[in-house]
């Protein structure tokens, strides 16, 4: 299983950025997908997760109205939309997938390499 997340970026506070997941070599619409994100010197932290079928999502307080998931099964790829930018985004970003949908990374038994999001002020 394969997962490769793009979107590389430096923004601006109040910019927007959107970020791919490209999946491969998994059933990708029976899986449950979710982005999370790990700024320097702190712990990984869940930011939003979408059901397999992409009917429901879960989103962490400080990104809600701001950060939107979705997924297309079709192309195998999740997606991050950010709008809105705050310097405090800023952090290293990685896709995974889960079996069920969770906020947890215990949760999630696939991950992919990480995408740096840098959001100057």
């Known amino acids: 299983v394969q997962l490769q997340a793009s979107g590389v970026g430096l923004v601006q506070a109040g910019g927007s950025l959107r970020l791919s997941c490209a999946a491969s070599g998994v059933t990708f619409s029976t899986y449950a997908m979710g982005w999370f994100r790990q700024a320097p010197g702190k712990e990984r932290e869940f930011v939003a997760s979408?059901?397999?079928?992409?009917?429901?999502?879960y989103y962490t307080d400080s990104v809600k109205g701001r950060f939107t998931i979705s997924r297309d099964n079709a192309k195998n790829t999740v997606y991050l939309q950010m709008n809105s930018l705050k310097p405090e985004d800023t952090a290293g970003y990685y896709c995974a997938s889960a079996p069920w949908l969770s906020r947890s990374p215990v949760s999630y038994n696939y991950w992919g390499q990480g995408t740096k999001v840098t959001v100057s002020s």
């Open positions: 979408i059901s397999a079928s992409g009917r429901t999502t």
